[in-house]
């Protein structure tokens, strides 16, 4: 089968790999038809995890089951699945919490906690950037999709990482109706994350981000740009709501935050959530934040090559405030969203630019790390772009 491989720092090759197979009475094998390239690919592509050489990409992924194990009593050989990115056994004790994000059976190192499709410290597992994907534990994992599923496959791909993730990041930040929400970054998580507050009837929610396309994003979905590049988005937030800032808001760049002229600093957008955010008010971070950075540190300082930042606790501590951290656990929102998109209520597929073939992978990373105008968000289809 083809698959997109990582071949070393900003280096994806296009390749022939072995087929994906079952390895476990509850495997299934899907045939892959639509598989995003997320912000969170970005960090293996750039050399700054622990990434193996020759491991497929992809998590965020979606296609039609091809084969089942004998284990396997659900889900069928012919039916569209959507597939979270969390891989999750559902029967231990993180499982039967709803830490889907946090599985123990699935995640080989005892210390750790937590399993993916091609994602560095997350287990050995292939990534969905490819033809086939063996999906372990198909029935718990396999969200089963309906009779629009081949025609609506690009809002519903969304649903295997990034619409939950930016919906996580409200849960955490407590969004009610009537919330004013600051969204710091407005890539792909932060519009989502921005989408969610609307959904959830936020009052006014603000997209702070120096990007012009995506910020231009952010107001068509009904968002306030904020252009960090001219503007202070706490000043701004605090100026719209008497001095006393927003209600909550959610932090959707992580660690690789960088200010307009391109300086890195983890910390930026975290302090400035902060800020921006009233005494007692709520926030969800969902940027990634890793515990080491081997490829940052020359970029950012040996401070934050070690995973640490310079966050300002005491304002926080000061303000009383709340905050949640961590990936999202897919399975505890994809159902009900996956309703949402079913009804008509919810399009998460607005947010993308691309639809390309998987051949063209290679060029989709060049053009996507490099954040170039107009490429917010690349689907990639195994068998060709979709009509």
Request: glycine share 12%; charged share 25%.
């Amino acid at each position: 089968m083809r698959a997109a491989v990582y071949e070393g720092p900003r280096t994806v090759t296009v390749k022939d790999v072995p087929d994906a197979r079952i390895e476990h009475p509850c495997d299934i094998i899907v045939k892959i038809t639509s598989t995003n390239i997320c912000g969170s690919d970005l960090h293996m592509y750039e050399g700054r995890t622990s990434f193996e050489t020759g491991r497929t990409l992809g998590h965020e992924n979606l296609g039609q089951v091809v084969e089942v194990g004998s284990g396997v009593s659900k889900v069928k050989v012919g039916e569209y699945v959507v597939l979270p990115f969390n891989i999750a056994c559902g029967f231990c004790k993180q499982c039967e919490k709803g830490l889907t994000n946090y599985c123990l059976t699935m995640q080989p190192e005892p210390a750790k906690a937590g399993a993916a499709y091609g994602f560095a410290e997350m287990g050995p597992y292939q990534g969905g950037q490819a033809e086939l994907l063996r999906v372990p534990y198909g029935d718990f994992n396999a969200l089963r999709l309906g009779e629009d599923a081949a025609e609506r496959q690009v809002d519903y791909v969304m649903l295997s990482d990034i619409f939950p993730t930016g919906y996580h990041a409200t849960e955490m930040a407590d969004v009610k109706p009537g919330d004013q929400t600051i969204v710091y970054g407005a890539g792909p998580v932060g519009l989502m994350a921005a989408y969610s507050a609307l959904l959830k009837g936020a009052g006014r929610v603000w997209v702070a981000d120096h990007q012009p396309d995506r910020l231009r994003i952010a107001e068509e979905i009904g968002a306030i740009p904020i252009d960090t590049g001219r503007e202070d988005p706490a000043e701004v937030v605090k100026e719209a709501t008497l001095g006393l800032g927003a209600d909550n808001g959610c932090e959707c760049v992580g660690y690789q935050a960088h200010d307009p002229h391109g300086k890195e600093d983890a910390a930026l957008t975290l302090n400035g959530l902060i800020d921006a955010v009233r005494f007692t008010g709520s926030l969800g971070v969902v940027g990634v934040f890793l515990p080491e950075d081997p490829g940052g540190a020359e970029a950012q300082g040996e401070l934050e090559g070690q995973g640490k930042v310079a966050f300002d606790y005491g304002l926080m501590w000061f303000k009383g405030q709340r905050m949640g951290t961590g990936q999202a656990p897919v399975k505890r929102y994809n159902r009900a969203l996956r309703d949402l998109i079913a009804g008509g209520k919810a399009e998460p597929s607005f947010l993308v630019s691309h639809e390309l073939s998987l051949d063209e992978a290679s060029i989709a990373y060049e053009k996507f790390d490099a954040r170039e105008d107009g490429w917010t968000k690349v689907v990639l289809h195994p068998d060709g772009p979709s009509a």
